[in-house]
């Protein structure tokens, strides 16, 4: 627990030092934060691989503590992105954000704040304690998000975010004041059977989901995500699309973990949830031209993955059926990792394209493959594993969740598997389809515009924590073998099972690295043997069919791309073109504008708002602003409070 | 022990040699098919092997837009098809490589071929692969649900979550669950036209760039690459058609006339490929999604059986 503890200080101080240097502020926070992680890391090793947990008792409250906080296999799990991530989100900041930032000392500071909050949940084991981290990591995340409050979009962002997270957390007191009416202790422990069957367990369940929902942005409660993703600098979006959404389902996985007997339809919900989450949220994704929008819409998506598995061992749960729950839990578990690593590689790569070019626009980019070839390396590494491609890490998870929804269907006799998965399926080719338009239209092809033509690769800062990130997605997509054990030992908690999950009996993960290295084997040959037979390069032109001085700006664009699938699915996502008919020969100057609205945020939330915005004015009469006015509001109500007291 | 030993693996080197050296016969024997059908001598059932061996000695070109990824596309291809021949069984020998959800790691190492491919053509940054690139990826969304929910409808059938089960299964036989078996066969001879780029969704001798889809993909690829793309075509054509006939074959009372019965169930295959080709033509490109839809609903409509 002392290395916990000391992870916690040093992360919660890594921007104190940078308050007072003058220069290297963020190296210091950086090292610092890397120490924190590394201390950390040890103790989420020793509890993941079988330590009993240790627990931090700092005070004795009248709720009747025994551990103020508690680092049990699930928690550890969770840790281990929480750690990794802004280890490398601070080192990327040292190129990306550096001090000649106005706001770079308040981001450091609130950087590591906001870490040590997410550090302090992973492990809180009370009511009081979880729900202290979750407001702090709530706050000081909208902070984050307002870096750049002079932009009104900033700004707007900000206060959805800041809005709906509050939601959540009313949400989330009503639900563990009626868990504590209902007898449960505010300890987490286990809760009575029989409870999660009466209108109270339903109301408790759906509460929960609406709370822990908001945070993870599950569709439709997915709203304040694409902006504030996008309006954030580009390491705190990595930091909160890796890891504060996933303490969403951490909270989840901690609720679903006390109830031993879920109804059958929790389980339902949670499947059908993730059906929609996963399947719109891709769909959304692929309309998409902003390209830190585009991947705020993707964690929707890996959102809705996650609760596919969660959904297929809640129902393993219910009927009984201990591999389903095993394995639901398990591929949860480790694509909640997997998503960490890999979309926070992703925003950190589109942060460095975003530095280069100074822009979010992917029509504006192009041929940035040459310029920037790490950046470029390390990309392609990140959407290979968020598209689930073997051999990265992206592919074992939702492996292990197809091989639940699967062995659901041939043994288990329920029908909510197929749903599950007809969805991954679908989702899988949808994401494919976007991260190939993302990849070809970015980093592939000519330059579109100029500041795409001057584009240069980013500084050693920025490339290594790239490339550490896509090494390990890398590394646990073709040895698998090393993250069972502490899989299987969080996926047995998670699960409720007594003791670790029996993955090694229920799925060959070896297996998978047996077909993985032959596979990069012959790749590495047969690659070797097309070199060897290559010309040197001629500086010949692409094939154009005989088109005379083609410039850069007849390539497919990225809304060209996805024009085919966005019209398909023009019944879901109601995308918004405005365009004038191209008549006649030589036809003047025409535009084509296409736009995919939010379709809850600005088709539903920001109209009817505005509604009972104008409706509410009436009450601005009261609302004067002049100081006598509201003491005499003052004595009206104590004056009414006194007449109810004395009558 | 020794012995049994001995013809497994003298099973298993018949596997992978069928695997590395049958596929480029398979097109060319479609082609003669066409051929005969159109009144045509044809080229020689053996083309694709000249062919090859030409184009492996035949210097590469590449345009001046391109990186390292123009290669990852026909080196994907290749690799991937190599190491899914060694999952699907041929026949009812079980495949070399064989655990519980290995078809999923086969649908998905065709995904990362077509990722490669998608992305590789990309590369040249012209509007015409990009065109061919956007339809791949357009069509596969429809085909990967329809590949999955086959896969679904045989699990639940045979009881087995392992390709060698649901294909090879012993105690599978056409006169258990028929109808949903011929409706999953139906699905899966969709997404195999579609996926293996032939008539009516895709003609591979159409002239014109704008109506192609695999074809104009690969426009640029010349030399060694491009044998490998066209090596790595007839390959997944192969392996895509052992699923199909898999389950349809008869167990015969000999290991080695079950080997017999597979490649006559290939040639045939080919044969009908050929025979679709000559009597239909490609659909309008609008009207491919529908067809895909067909096979998705033949699939489901499988699974539905099953349950009921």
């Known amino acids: 627990m002392i290395l916990f503890a000391l992870a916690l200080l040093l992360v919660a101080g890594s921007g104190v030092p940078g308050l007072w240097l003058r220069t290297g502020g963020g190296k210091a926070a950086a090292w610092l934060i890397g120490l924190g992680a590394l201390s950390g890391l040890a103790a989420a090793g020793m509890v993941l691989g079988g330590a009993a947990p240790p627990t931090l008792a700092l005070l004795h409250t009248p709720l009747g503590t025994q551990g103020f906080l508690r680092l049990d296999p699930v928690g550890a799990f969770f840790l281990v992105p929480v750690l990794v991530l802004p280890a490398c989100g601070s080192a990327f900041a040292v190129g990306y954000w550096g001090d000649q930032h106005e706001s770079a000392r308040r981001l450091r500071l609130l950087y590591g704040i906001t870490c040590a909050f997410l550090v302090l949940l992973t492990a809180a084991a009370q009511a009081l304690t979880f729900l202290l981290a979750w407001e702090g990591m709530a706050i000081t995340a909208f902070l984050l998000v307002m870096a750049e409050d002079r932009d009104p979009e900033t700004r707007r962002a900000g206060w959805i975010y800041l809005a709906s997270t509050h939601t959540g957390t009313l949400c989330l007191f009503a639900a563990f004041g009626l868990a504590a009416g209902a007898g449960a202790s505010f300890l987490f422990g286990p809760v009575a059977p029989g409870l999660a069957a009466t209108p109270r367990g339903s109301a408790i369940f759906m509460l929960c989901l609406a709370g822990f929902g908001l945070k993870a942005g599950v569709f439709p409660l997915h709203y304040w995500l694409p902006p504030a993703h996008a309006a954030a600098p580009s390491h705190v979006s990595s930091l909160m699309s890796g890891v504060l959404i996933k303490m969403g389902i951490l909270g989840m996985v901690r609720a679903l973990a006390l109830v031993p007997d879920p109804p059958l339809w929790w389980g339902a919900l949670l499947v059908a949830l993730g059906a929609v989450s996963g399947i719109l949220g891709v769909a959304f994704a692929l309309a998409q031209h902003d390209l830190k929008r585009l991947l705020a819409y993707h964690s929707i998506e890996n959102i809705g993955i996650i609760l596919l598995g969660l959904g297929l061992g809640t129902l393993g749960k219910s009927t009984g059926h201990p591999v389903l729950q095993a394995l639901g839990f398990a591929g949860a578990l480790l694509h909640v990792l997997n998503h960490s690593l890999f979309k926070g590689l992703l925003f950190l790569g589109a942060g460095s394209v975003v530095h280069a070019t100074g822009s979010r626009d992917l029509e504006r980019m192009g041929g940035l493959a040459r310029s920037m070839p790490v950046t470029a390396g390390a990309f392609l590494a990140g959407s290979w594993a968020i598209c689930g491609l073997p051999p990265f890490n992206g592919f074992i998870s939702e492996w292990l969740i197809y091989l639940a929804a699967f062995q659901g269907l041939a043994f288990a006799h329920s029908h909510w598997p197929v749903l599950a998965l007809a969805a991954l399926a679908l989702i899988g080719a949808l994401a494919a389809a976007c991260f190939a338009k993302v990849f070809g239209v970015v980093f592939l092809g000519e330059p579109r515009t100029s500041a795409a033509a001057g584009a240069a690769e980013a500084p050693r800062a920025m490339r290594t924590p790239m490339l550490v990130l896509a090494g390990i997605c890398a590394a646990i997509g073709v040895l698998p073998v090393l993250v069972g054990p502490a899989l299987a030992r969080a996926a047995g908690a998670a699960a409720g099972l007594p003791g670790p999950a029996d993955l090694g009996g229920l799925a060959h993960l070896g297996a998978l690295t047996a077909v993985t290295l032959p596979l990069l084997a012959a790749a590495g040959l047969i690659w070797a043997w097309t070199r060897k037979g290559a010309a040197p390069r001629a500086g010949l032109p692409t094939w154009d069919c005989g088109y005379a001085a083609a410039s850069a700006r007849i390539q497919y664009t990225a809304s060209s791309f996805a024009d085919e699938l966005v019209t398909a699915m023009r019944f879901v996502l109601w995308p918004q073109v405005r365009w004038r008919r191209v008549l006649g020969l030589f036809p003047s100057q025409r535009s084509y504008r296409s736009h995919v609205p939010d379709p809850v945020l600005d088709r539903v939330a920001a109209p009817c708002l505005g509604f009972a915005e104008r409706g509410l004015a009436v009450l601005h009469f009261f609302q004067s602003g002049q100081l006598p006015l509201y003491l005499l509001y003052i004595l009206i109500t104590l004056v009414a409070l006194l007449v109810w007291m004395v009558a | ?308």
Request: no cysteine; hydrophobic share 55%.
């Open chain 2, 1 to 308: 022990m020794t012995d049994s030993t001995l013809v497994r693996s003298l099973h298993y080197l018949l596997h992978v040699l069928t695997a590395l050296l049958l596929p480029p016969l398979i097109p060319g024997l479609i082609n003669r098919v066409k051929a005969l059908m159109a009144g045509r001598q044809g080229p020689p059932v053996l083309q694709l092997y000249y062919d090859l061996a030409k184009l492996a000695r035949k210097q590469a070109v590449f345009s001046r837009t391109t990186t390292w990824v123009f290669l990852a596309g026909p080196v994907a291809i290749v690799a991937v098809s190599m190491v899914a021949a060694l999952l699907v069984p041929f026949g009812h020998s079980p495949a070399p490589i064989n655990f519980q959800g290995d078809m999923i790691l086969l649908a998905y190492l065709f995904g990362l071929a077509r990722f490669a491919t998608v992305v590789s053509a990309l590369d040249t940054g012209s509007s015409f692969e990009g065109m061919g690139a956007a339809r791949e990826v357009t069509f596969s969304v429809l085909t990967e649900p329809a590949l999955f929910l086959g896969f679904a409808a045989l699990a639940k059938a045979t009881g087995s979550i392992s390709l060698s089960g649901m294909l090879a299964s012993p105690g599978f036989a056409i006169s258990r669950a028929t109808g949903p078996l011929i409706l999953v066969l139906a699905g899966w001879m969709i997404v195999f036209l579609t996926e293996n780029s032939r008539i009516p969704v895709d003609d591979p001798n159409t002239h014109l760039e704008l109506t192609m889809i695999h074809e104009v993909m690969v426009l640029d690829h010349s030399g060694r690459p491009f044998a490998l793309v066209l090596y790595g075509a007839s390959m997944k054509l192969m392996v895509l058609g052992a699923l199909i006939v898999g389950p349809l074959l008869p167990r015969t009372s000999h290991p080695w006339m079950d080997w017999a019965g597979f490649y006559a169930a290939m040639g045939l295959l080919a044969v009908v490929v050929g025979l679709v080709e000559s009597a239909t033509a490609r659909f309008r490109m609008n009207r491919v999604p529908q067809f895909l839809v067909a096979g998705l609903l033949a699939t489901a409509f499988a699974f539905f059986l099953l349950q009921a």
